[in-house]
Nanobody, 129 residues
Framework: QVQLVESGGGLVQPGGSLRLSCAASGNIFTLYSMGWYRQAPGKQRELVANMTSSGTTNYGDFVKGRFTISRDNAKNRNNGKYMVYLQMNSLKPADTAVYYC?????????????????WGQGTQVTVSS
């Protein structure tokens, strides 16, 4: 009932930049957190960055000022979708991974409000020369 679609991944050279986008749609009543996680081959999924509805942000230790998360909750600008972005600068080969969007909040249906925790399908980011 909540769909997350990521875009913006690709191949970039070390030191380059990418901007990931995630669109959340469905019967969303409220989103209290949207964010990005990543998973490299053979490693556990880890937090990259997330942002609460109040604007509080959390970043993985490895980010070190290179990435910036932002949200746009103005659905009128985004075809009825909630958006979250991840601007990634100074990319390193160690940043190579599949990047997943995650959203947590409440959706509304005939029975009332239901809490949800949804993930996107992921977008590949490859940093290589």
């Amino acid at each position: 009932q909540v769909q997350l679609v990521e875009s913006g991944g690709g191949l970039v050279q070390p030191g380059g930049s990418l901007r990931l986008s995630c669109a959340a749609s469905g019967n969303i009543f409220t989103l209290y957190s949207m964010g990005w996680y990543r998973q490299a081959p053979g490693k556990q999924r880890e937090l990259v960055a997330n942002m609460t509805s109040s604007g509080t942000t959390n970043y993985g230790d490895f980010v070190k000022g290179r990435f910036t998360i932002s949200r746009d909750n103005a659905k009128n600008r985004n075809n009825g979708k909630y958006m979250v972005y991840l601007q990634m600068n100074s990319l390193k080969p160690a940043d190579t991974a599949v990047y997943y969007c995650r959203a947590e909040g409440y959706l509304s249906d005939y029975s009332g409000l239901l809490e949800f925790n949804s993930w996107g399908q992921g977008t590949q980011v490859t940093v290589s020369s």
